[in-house]
């Protein structure tokens, strides 16, 4: 029989959850939401309850589910984290307060204005840039598994975001290139089939990119898929700190900007 049969009342968390119309509200506020507690929600179920049956109103992105969007990151108890990946039941039975990422403008509620780093995962050119094109008719561009394994750790990036909202620089320092961006050039400079290191080099090279890392490693703690980019940023420390040797001892060297390969 149904708790609810027996005259036994469904057990509750709290949520406060951060409310804020930059066009209407002088100030954020937090709004107290009382929310089924159940064994296997998540915090995205929660709110989904919230937006389904207390309040429509309520705004926030989320899309999958399954930890691969990127897209429900959000603050729980002060900490970055995919909401569809933090249980209530590591909270229960005390409140849970949700708030947008930090160190981003915020549109509504708990949606964030991603604008700054889509702009600056664009300047890395994350993508291949091969040395030369060859026609379709030549088939792929072929790589041994361990040419794959060299950089898959850093590919698995889901532009979420956590690491921007946990990392102290980017917080003081708004201009800081950033470490998912930094992990993300590095996927493509570890790359066999990449020739564009140099071209990304003037971006993470510059005193706004590597440089600007204190090696504090929260980005690497919160990041939902393992990617290490605080890893990636020394990697690519030490590829700058190579190239300038090079540049010193064999001055018509080429930038690298890369690992080895």
């Not at 930090?102 to 050119?125: C, G, H, M, T, W």
Request: contains cysteine; proline residues 8%; aromatic residues 12%.
């Amino acid at each position: 029989m149904a708790a609810s049969e027996k005259g036994q009342s469904e057990p509750t968390i709290p949520l406060d959850v951060f409310r804020y119309r930059p066009d209407q509200d002088d100030e954020p506020t937090f709004q107290r939401f009382e929310v089924p507690y159940r064994l296997h929600w998540v915090v995205l179920d929660a709110l989904n309850y919230i937006k389904d049956y207390v309040d429509g109103t309520l705004s926030f992105r989320w899309s999958c589910r399954m930890g691969v969007c990127g897209s429900c990151g959000m603050m729980v108890n002060g900490e970055p984290k995919l909401t569809c990946a933090a249980f209530l039941r590591d909270y229960y039975p005390n409140p849970i307060r949700i708030e947008p990422l930090s160190y981003f403008p915020v549109i509504r509620d708990l949606v964030i204005n991603q604008d700054d780093f889509l702009a600056k995962l664009s300047e890395v050119k994350p993508w291949l840039v091969p040395k030369e094109e060859k026609p379709v008719s030549q088939g792929e561009y072929r790589q041994t598994p361990a040419q794959l394994a060299h950089y898959k750790q850093f590919s698995m990036c889901i532009n979420c975001t956590l690491c921007y909202s946990a990392c102290p620089v980017y917080g003081k320092h708004p201009e800081f290139i950033g470490p998912a961006a930094i992990a993300l050039a590095q996927r493509y400079n570890l790359d066999s089939r990449d020739d564009g290191a140099a071209e990304r080099a003037e971006v993470i090279f510059s005193d706004e990119g590597i440089w600007d890392c204190t090696f504090v490693g929260d980005c690497t703690r919160v990041c939902p898929k393992n990617v290490d980019p605080a890893g990636a940023i020394q990697q690519a420390k030490v590829a700058a700190t190579k190239d300038w040797f090079r540049s010193m001892l064999v001055p018509w060297a080429r930038k690298s900007g890369a690992g080895a390969k």
